[in-house]
């Protein structure tokens, strides 16, 4: 975070051109009565920066900036170029977007735009220099948002000029039409190519399309996206080198590459709006975890989350009392150095005015929310020392877009689900209290003692060496069904499933058994590591031989009774571990608790369920985050070590009491 403030971030995205400016006024009393510290302002707000095509009016935004500045509030400046503005649309229609049926989208929303319209690209381009010139010396600004949620409506295009786009980009890539042939498969079904221009895009076919060709085309929309980004990008570190750069990603999203993104981002930032329905905010929680590891575990920052209902599920539940701060104190306890929301004034009309906000329609600083967030903002003011630490983590999950976009292509045994594959690894590891790193499979892995695969359907080559070296020297590789298939074009991997991976696991697959939605299968234990003599698995069974692994857990009541359903295999110091079916919670559970003990990995601190425990730490501090997500109080016992309450200042006893919902930051001296 450094160049952006040695704070926590607290703020909002703030919209004043909706506004009057005797509201402006009343606004900038209230963020400083609320502790804010930073707000994102003229995300979209290019028909107003940019009312014709050779007029700009800067004016207003001028005196935003001023005012906030003098309150002694920073601006994460928008480059305002997510929704272009009628105009401009007018001037060049063919800046809208095509749907794969061929119909032209319509000014009326946001973000209607083709990520590869020059039209588009030449205007943004204009505009985000004018602001960069005029803002680039002006006190408040303290990091550029490009953009806006890239992809957020708009991830595929299939307009002319990205087919030709396409085609420019498969020639970039396989240099020759043999090599592309070949490598989509394009003998099946009288697919070949013989001229570049006969290569359309994957869009309305009779039936299935080609998958080579699909995943490559997700591979091109989610790199014309960031060339868009790229684009403003030089412009601002040419002009402002000094200024980070961020733009808003949005977790487990699926059309966009964000390891790919990520090396161009000064830093991480993303909107998390997990449902108040979930007791546990799990998969937020995952999100943070992979926000964090997109650059190695730099802290990211939580652009937007809502304080306290959304507006655009079927039924937008509000977060009760407590929970908006309960899961602003996760994000920290995951990696986050800055808590914002969208939005801070509930906007008076336009698709979004139910949309929680800050300041409520009513404008009152008694309403509850504002309260809660007023309280917030103080707290976080007492936290500057956690700015810039780490999560340690020696457990780490792979995570690959490319493979998310493969494993989920049609035409499979059955119909596959990626993030269904990787959260239940995370929801037992998140349960124990046990801190996870989430990582492209090519990072490093020297920091790690686990390495989890889960439904590794796509194996690049440059994945087997590495694997087989941290599972020779010791570590512990965990993976399941239907991993190490295809090749980086959707190729099936000859010679046997799964191929890459035969000899590191110790066993080969040899028929897959898909089994119906509600069907189920018995597992029996074939090891005393586990605890209960039967388990049950589902979705997906996999007939499997050893060559070296060692069953833990077989299955049973089936025509492939016997054959096993966990298999461990000793690798050098190492070892793998197999799941031949989607097991249940009871027998992964068991199988990582033995993981765990092996490496001696254990949680923070001893909690009861539904309390989460997390660390973060500097070179001579360790920060303990402990978050009681239930509704009734606990209390637990603390370190026998020098600790001190975050928010009191105080002196922390041998335990804590903690009310349901609430929170308890401790630091705590390291080298003790």
């Given at each position: 975070m450094a160049g952006i403030t040695n704070r926590v971030l607290y703020g909002a995205d703030y919209n004043p051109e909706q506004w009057d400016r005797d509201v402006w006024i009343q606004d900038a009393a209230l963020m400083q009565e609320a502790g804010i510290n930073m707000v994102s302002v003229g995300i979209f707000s290019w028909a107003l920066l940019q009312p014709e095509p050779d007029r700009f009016e800067f004016a207003w935004l001028d005196d935003i900036m001023d005012l906030l500045a003098n309150h002694g509030i920073s601006v994460d400046?928008?480059?305002?170029?997510?929704?272009?503005?009628?105009?401009?649309?007018?001037?060049?229609?063919?800046?809208?977007?095509?749907?794969?049926?061929?119909?032209?989208?319509?000014h009326g929303s946001r973000q209607h735009y083709c990520p590869n319209s020059q039209h588009y690209r030449g205007a943004a381009a204009q505009l985000v220099r004018r602001l960069a010139e005029r803002y680039q010396n002006h006190p408040a600004l303290r990091m550029w948002h490009v953009n806006n949620e890239y992809g957020c409506h708009i991830a595929a295009c299939y307009c002319d000029t990205c087919q030709t786009a396409f085609r420019v980009w498969l020639k970039d890539r396989y240099q020759t039409l043999d090599v592309l042939n070949d490598r989509w498969g394009t003998a099946f079904w009288s697919q070949a190519y013989g001229q570049w221009d006969e290569i359309g895009l994957p869009g309305h076919t009779p039936t299935f399309r080609n998958p080579g060709q699909e995943l490559d085309y997700a591979?091109?929309?989610?790199?014309?996206?960031y060339a868009c980004y790229e684009q403003e990008a030089v412009i601002l570190r040419s002009m402002t080198p000094n200024v980070p750069l961020t733009t808003n990603f949005m977790g487990l999203f699926k059309p966009l590459d964000y390891?790919?993104?990520?090396?161009?981002?000064?830093?991480?930032?993303?909107?998390?709006?997990?449902?108040?329905?979930?007791?546990?905010?799990?998969?937020?929680?995952?999100?943070?975890?992979?926000?964090?590891?997109?650059?190695?575990?730099?802290?990211?920052?939580?652009?937007?989350?809502?304080?306290?209902?959304?507006?655009?599920?079927?039924?937008?539940?509000?977060?009760?009392?407590?929970?908006?701060?309960?899961?602003?104190?996760?994000?920290l306890a995951h990696g986050g150095d800055g808590v914002l929301f969208f939005q801070w004034r509930a906007s008076r009309a336009g698709s979004e005015k139910f949309h929680g906000a800050m300041?409520?329609?009513?404008?009152?600083?008694?309403?509850?929310?504002?309260?809660?967030?007023?309280?917030?903002?103080?707290?976080?003011?007492?936290?500057?020392?956690?700015?810039?630490?780490?999560?340690?983590?020696?457990?780490?999950?792979?995570?690959?877009?490319?493979?998310?976009?493969?494993?989920?292509?049609?035409s499979k045994p059955r119909d596959m689900n990626y993030i269904e594959r990787v959260v239940p690894y995370y929801r037992a590891l998140f349960t124990r209290n046990i801190a996870v790193d989430i990582i492209h499979p090519s990072m490093a892995l020297d920091n790690y003692d686990v390495l989890i695969l889960p439904g590794l359907y796509l194996f690049q080559d440059s994945y087997q060496?590495?694997?087989?070296?941290?599972?020779?020297?010791?570590?512990?590789?965990?993976?399941?069904?239907?991993?190490?298939i295809v090749d980086a074009n959707d190729r099936v991997r000859l010679g046997?499933?799964?191929?890459?991976?035969?000899?590191?696991?110790?066993?080969?697959?040899?028929?897959?058994?898909?089994?119906?939605?509600?069907?189920?299968?018995?597992?029996?234990?074939h090891s005393a590591v586990l605890k209960r003599e039967q388990y049950q698995a589902r979705f997906w069974a996999e007939h499997i031989h050893?060559?070296?692994?060692?069953?833990?857990?077989?299955?049973?009541?089936?025509?492939?009774?016997?054959?096993?359903?966990?298999?461990?295999?000793?690798?050098?110091?190492?070892?793998?571990?197999?799941?031949?079916?989607?097991?249940?919670?009871?027998?992964?559970?068991?199988?990582?608790?033995n993981v765990l003990a092996h490496h001696q990995i254990t949680p923070p601190l001893a909690v009861p369920n539904g309390v989460e425990a997390r660390v973060r730490e500097t070179d001579d501090t360790r920060f303990h985050f402990v978050l009681n997500h239930r509704d009734d109080p606990v209390t637990i016992a603390l370190p026998a070590t020098p600790l001190i309450n975050l928010l009191t200042g105080e002196p922390a006893d041998n335990s804590a009491f903690i009310p349901g919902k609430d929170i308890l930051v401790l630091a705590e001296p390291k080298g003790r």
């Open positions: 400046l928008a480059t305002a170029t997510a929704s272009p503005p009628a105009w401009l649309i007018a001037q060049h229609p063919d800046i809208l977007p095509v749907d794969q049926y061929g119909s032209r989208y319509v591979r091109f929309m989610s790199d014309s996206l390891f790919r993104w990520a090396p161009g981002l000064d830093v991480v930032s993303w909107d998390s709006y997990p449902d108040p329905a979930e007791a546990l905010p799990i998969t937020a929680a995952l999100g943070h975890d992979l926000m964090r590891g997109l650059k190695s575990g730099q802290p990211f920052i939580l652009m937007e989350q809502t304080p306290s209902a959304v507006n655009w599920r079927p039924v937008n539940l509000i977060k009760a009392p407590g929970v908006m701060r309960l899961w602003s104190y996760e994000a300041v409520g329609h009513s404008g009152r600083r008694t309403d509850r929310v504002f309260q809660e967030v007023a309280h917030l903002g103080q707290e976080l003011a007492q936290l500057e020392g956690i700015v810039g630490s780490r999560v340690p983590a020696r457990v780490a999950i792979a995570f690959d877009w490319e493979n998310w976009w493969a494993l989920e292509l049609p060496s590495a694997l087989e070296s941290f599972v020779a020297r010791g570590g512990t590789l965990m993976t399941d069904f239907f991993s190490g046997g499933y799964p191929a890459p991976l035969k000899d590191i696991l110790g066993l080969e697959v040899e028929e897959f058994y898909p089994l119906a939605n509600a069907g189920t299968v018995d597992v029996i234990s050893l060559t070296s692994a060692e069953p833990w857990a077989a299955f049973h009541g089936t025509f492939f009774s016997g054959a096993p359903a966990v298999a461990v295999n000793q690798w050098g110091k190492g070892r793998s571990v197999y799941f031949a079916a989607l097991v249940d919670d009871s027998l992964l559970g068991e199988v990582i608790d």
